[in-house]
């Protein structure tokens, strides 16, 4: 049974900064993929980050340059470091797990992951 858990949201204001994490049990495979996404009010869920089991790491454009996702396979855990919050980057934030290679950016989507956890929600006051 795998099991993926959030955990670091929390409020801000304009230009601050949180760190998340993700831990993901239940699981012993050699390629896998994991991801960040978030879901703004009103809006749809949105990839933003990713990192495979070989360290390759890829970003959304939203976030380029203000977020580092990194992991630790000997801990099972995932983080997202974000810098130079912005209101816009309001909302709940997903870690997500797939046991293959990360899909290509134009396919990276909420379909394409597995396992997922019960989201954190980040809130950026202006």
């Known amino acids: 049974q795998v099991h993926v858990a959030e955990s670091g949201g929390g409020s801000v204001q304009t230009g601050g900064s949180l760190r998340l994490s993700c831990l993901a049990s239940g699981h012993a495979f050699n390629s896998y993929c994991m991801g960040w996404f978030r879901q703004g009010p009103g809006k749809e869920r949105e990839w933003i980050a990713a990192?495979?089991?070989?360290?390759?790491?890829i970003y959304a454009d939203s976030v380029k340059g203000r977020f580092t996702i990194s992991q630790d396979n000997g801990k099972n855990s995932l983080s997202l470091r974000m810098n130079g919050l912005k209101p816009e980057d309001t909302g709940m934030y997903f870690c997500?797990?797939?046991?293959?290679?990360?899909?290509?950016?134009?396919?990276?989507?909420?379909?394409?992951?597995?396992?997922w956890g019960q989201g954190t929600q980040v809130t950026v006051s202006s």
């Open positions: 997500a797990a797939r046991f293959a290679p990360c899909p290509n950016i134009r396919s990276m989507a909420s379909s394409a992951f597995a396992f």
């Open positions: 990192i495979d089991s070989d360290d390759n790491f």
